[in-house]
T-cell receptor, first 110, second 114 residues
Framework: DAKTTQPNSMESNEEEPVHLPCNHS???????IHWYRQLPSQGPEYVIH???SNVNNRMASLAIAEDRKSSTLILHRATLRDAAVYYC???????????FGEGTQLTVNP | DTAVSQTPKYLVTQMGNDKSIKCEQN?????MYWYKQDSKKFLKIMFS???????INETVPNRFSPKSPDKAHLNLHINSLELGDSAVYFC?????????????FGPGTRLTVL
């Protein structure tokens, strides 16, 4: 699977939008972009995924660059509960095999 | 209404012992996984079973043996425990097939080998 690069950490204030970037310059045409997050002392949980088009769901939005070499996870209004490690993952399969990197530790300030 | 459950939540044991961790999912999924998260927080896939058949087997010592008695269960047995086996082990499940299916993770089992 192709590699992703994410900032080690980011900070946000409560109720403000958060944009979490991910670079994946070696992405292949069949790679899905997956985002999972891991809250403290919990297992990872699915956030969102996309292939080529921008995606929205109840948790977040995923903006994918036109060349697919980068993407951004958008949390529209951060809450304290959103403090977690966010993982951007590429996989040529539709979610069957995930290779987790180091992720971005998001801190949300009250 | 726990979707993916693991037992025990904590496991403290001595080097050289044999232990098992159990995982059950009530989501009707046909694919299950074991991941290991070490002290540096890297999360690595170990095994995956689809319909009780092993489909992913990463480079894991053969002291680790997964067993899937049915589609809803995937247990992990570890022989001759070593200090380096100390980690948090996560089970996950997923529905195979279809356009996209996310993985659902359990709460983890923290294994400490003394």
């Amino acid at each position: 699977d192709a590699k992703t690069t994410q900032p080690n950490s980011m900070e946000s204030n409560e109720e403000e939008p958060v944009h979490l970037p991910c670079n994946h310059s070696t992405i292949s045409g069949t790679d899905y972009i997956h985002w999972y997050r891991q809250l403290p002392s919990q297992g990872p949980e699915y956030v969102i995924h996309g292939l080529t088009s921008n995606v929205n769901n109840r948790m977040a939005s995923l903006a994918i660059a036109e060349d697919r070499k980068s993407s951004t996870l958008i949390l529209h209004r951060a809450t304290l509960r959103d403090a977690a490690v966010y993982y951007c993952i590429l996989s040529y399969t539709s979610g069957s095999r995930l290779t987790f990197g180091e992720g971005t530790q998001l801190t949300v300030n009250p | 209404d726990t979707a993916v459950s693991q037992t025990p939540k904590y496991l403290v044991t001595q080097m050289g012992n044999d232990k098992s961790i159990k995982c059950e999912q009530n989501l009707g999924h046909d694919t299950m996984y074991w991941y290991k998260q070490d002290s540096k927080k890297f999360l690595k896939i170990m095994f995956s079973y689809n319909n009780k058949e092993l489909i992913i087997n990463e480079t894991v010592p053969n002291r680790f043996s997964p067993k899937s008695p049915d589609k809803a269960h995937l247990n992990l047995h570890i022989n001759s425990l070593e200090l380096g086996d100390s980690a948090v082990y996560f089970c996950a499940s997923r529905s195979w097939g279809g356009r996209y299916n996310e993985q659902f993770f359990g709460p983890g089992t923290r294994l400490t080998v003394l």
